[in-house]
């Protein structure tokens, strides 16, 4: 790997105990620093006689032909590659800077040169971890028969990219200086086209050449005249949660006893995948939310959860947008469980040491304001969600 840590402190709060309250928790403070290649100064391996790159896995022999695993382009280049090899690597690793396994590739192949390294990309990684228990008995005046016990944890984790190596923007808020990794990037929708005049008197959308009434109409950020991908901002949060928690009790009096966990998630977002869902693509059957509410000539309303309707996918509609984007935010009823143990002198009788009954459930609510289909589904609102579990049962021992 070419990665390695810059700098890295580890910060923890010392453990302490308070009554019965068992609390720990962390900050973390990370500058990774990405190590890339730049021709400065260099000579050849002489056991390198050629070399192609493909989109392939990397493979080495000293007389045979060297492979580099490239996303999405094929080059080939003759046996003063070098100089040209380099060049590529250094516009490739501007355009996926994020790719792991290219990081990798590209040093197995240079690892055998003399090429020097610079830092090009410089990462802030920050965040807190705390979690609480607490075990007690409430009060002895219940003669111990209640007991409590609590626990609850709570993760924030974010980064913000310093320095990327990124060519220099026409605009500077196409910048991803500043924001995180993961940030997400789109156009600006406005709401949809009335119809085919005002489509005729808004800037062109380079997205597709046959848009027209009913389709997305999106906001021309840098008044160029078109519409295109100069035209994304950042919108909305990362796709990975930068909060996570979650919190639960258990109790019991005399025999009975009851528990619950709730599961939550917070800063995130992520985007409706339009082509997913797309009814009569490939056959596909309306959700609900699309036959209820889509934009028709006889609905002509510009904020319609749907556009146009349509058995093929209309490119400008499937753009990363605010009108796809959501709230990944949630808070889920993870477990619950109600029990009963039957008392020892009723039990005895029938030979059994222990007889406890219950019922439970899990995934049984969520608290979120994405309403459509489950949060955790993300953008495929015909994937395959949680399941809700309820289950009833008898424990015994002999």
Not at 92 to 114: A, G, I, P, W
Not at 280 to 296: E, Q
Not at 366 to 381: A, H, R, V, Y
């Amino acid at each position: 790997m070419i990665n390695k840590i810059k700098r890295n402190i580890f910060i923890i709060i010392p453990i302490f105990i308070i009554s019965n309250i068992f609390f720990t928790s962390c900050l973390t403070y990370q500058e990774l620093t990405i190590d890339t290649l730049i021709p400065a100064k260099y000579t050849f391996a002489p056991e390198l006689k050629s070399a192609v790159i493909v989109n392939n896995s990397l493979t080495y022999k000293k007389t045979g032909i060297h492979k580099v695993k490239l996303p999405h382009k094929k080059y080939f280049v003759d046996s003063v590659w070098l100089e040209n090899f380099a060049q590529i690597a250094v516009n490739k690793l501007k355009e996926e800077l994020q790719n792991r396994n290219f990081f990798d590739s590209v040093y197995e192949v240079l690892k055998h040169t003399s090429l020097e390294f610079y830092d090009i990309g410089r990462f802030l990684i920050f965040g807190a971890v705390i979690s609480a228990n607490i075990n007690t008995f409430v009060s002895k005046s219940f003669m111990n028969s209640l007991w409590l016990s609590a626990r609850a944890n709570f993760t924030y984790a974010t980064n913000e990219i310093v320095v990327n190596g990124e060519p220099v923007y026409p605009y500077d808020y196409m910048s991803r200086i500043g924001h995180s990794i993961d940030q997400q990037w789109g156009l600006v929708a406005e709401r949809l086209f009335v119809d085919d005049v005002e489509v005729a008197n808004s800037p062109a959308q380079t997205y597709s050449s046959n848009y027209m009434a009913g389709d997305i109409k999106y906001v021309d950020v840098n008044n160029d005249g078109k519409v295109d991908d100069n035209d994304m901002v950042p919108i909305g949060y990362p796709r990975i949660p930068e909060i996570v928690y979650g919190f639960g009790v258990s109790a019991g009096y005399k025999n009975f006893d009851f528990s619950f966990f709730f599961q939550g998630s917070a800063r995130s977002s992520f985007f409706i995948d339009p082509s997913a869902i797309s009814p009569f693509v490939k056959g596909r059957n309306a959700l609900n939310v699309i036959a209820d509410d889509h934009w028709s000539t006889n609905n002509p309303d510009p904020f319609a959860f749907w556009p146009r309707l349509s058995d093929k996918l209309e490119k400008n509609n499937t753009v990363n947008s605010t009108w796809w984007l959501r709230d990944g935010s949630f808070l889920r009823l993870k477990s619950v469980e109600l029990g009963y143990t039957l008392p020892k002198d009723l039990i005895t009788k029938i030979k059994l040491k222990n007889l406890r009954v219950y019922f439970s459930g899990n995934n049984l609510l969520t608290f979120s304001k994405f309403k459509l289909w489950d949060p955790e589904m993300s953008g495929n609102g015909l994937g395959y969600p949680p399941q809700m579990i309820i289950n009833a049962g008898i424990i015994a021992s002999f």
